[in-house]
C-alpha cells in the first residue's frame, strides 16, 4: 500500500470540497477555487464526519499504485493552497539588474538589450518589494513553481560571478575563473 496514498487528507473549517464527474473542486475561506480532474482508475470519496478525503485504487498494478499518491498529493496541495497559499521568492544578483512591477507582470532589467516583461497566469500575482527582490504567490501550486522556473530562465545564475536570478535559498556553485599563465616569456 502506498505509504502517502493511504493517509487520509484532512478537511480545515471553512474549505468546501466538491466531488463531481471526475473532478474534485476545492474552495477555500478566501474565495480560490481549484480543481483537479483525477484518474477514471483512482476512487477519491470525501468522508463528512471525520472531516477528511480518501483516496483508493483498485489493485496493485503498476499504473495505479503511481497514481494513488500522486492524486493524494495533488488533493493535498490544493487544499493548503486555498488555505494558506504558495509563495516563491527570487533575488536578482548583479550590478544594474532589476525587477520593477509593470501592470501585474513583472519587467526585468538584466543585462539584454530590451527590458522583458514577464505576465503571470491567472491566479498568481507577483510583488516587487525592491528591485532586487521579486515574490511571487498564488493558490495552485504547480502555476506558482512554472511562473518562477520561468522567471528565473530569462537570466538563470552564472556559475563565476554568480549574476542572473536565483531562487532565494539557491546555492549557486561557483567556479575559479582562469588562473593568470605568468611568467611565460
Same mark, same amino acid.
Given at each position: ?34 480543481? %483537479?480532474? $483525477? !484518474?477514471?482508475?483512482?476512487? +477519491? ?11 483508493? *485504487?483498485?489493485?496493485?498494478?503498476? %499504473?495505479?499504485?503511481?497514481? !494513488? ?16 497559499? $504558495?509563495?516563491?521568492?527570487?533575488k536578482i544578483e548583479?550590478?544594474? $539588474?532589476?525587477?520593477?512591477?509593470k501592470n501585474k ?9 530590451? *527590458? ?7 491566479? +498568481? ?27 528565473? !530562465? ?5 556559475? $563565476? ?5 536565483r531562487y532565494e535559498?539557491?546555492?549557486? *556553485? ?5 588562473? %593568470? ?5
Open positions: 500500500m502506498s505509504r502517502i496514498g493511504k493517509q487520509p487528507v484532512p478537511i480545515p473549517a471553512g474549505v468546501k470540497v466538491q466531488i463531481a464527474d471526475g473532478k474534485v473542486s476545492v474552495e477555500g475561506p478566501k474565495g480560490q477555487k481549484l480543481e %483537479f480532474p $483525477y !484518474h477514471r482508475l483512482i476512487k +477519491v470519496e470525501v468522508d463528512e464526519n471525520a472531516k477528511v478525503i480518501r483516496v483508493a *485504487r483498485p489493485d496493485d498494478e503498476r %499504473f495505479t499504485r503511481s497514481l !494513488h499518491g500522486l492524486t493524494r498529493s495533488i488533493i493535498a496541495n490544493m487544499i493548503e493552497g486555498v488555505t494558506k497559499g $504558495y509563495e516563491k521568492r527570487l548583479g550590478i544594474g $539588474y532589476q525587477a520593477t512591477a507582470g513583472v519587467e526585468l532589467t538584466v543585462g539584454f538589450a530590451n *527590458r522583458v516583461l514577464m505576465v503571470p497566469p491567472a491566479g +498568481v500575482t507577483v510583488e516587487v518589494p525592491d528591485p532586487t527582490t521579486i515574490v511571487i504567490k498564488g493558490a495552485d501550486k504547480q502555476k506558482v513553481g512554472q511562473f518562477a522556473a520561468e522567471v528565473r !530562465h530569462v537570466r538563470p545564475p552564472e556559475p $563565476y560571478k554568480g549574476k542572473g536570478i535559498n539557491e546555492q549557486v *556553485r561557483r567556479k575559479e575563473g582562469k588562473a %593568470f599563465a605568468g611568467g611565460a616569456s
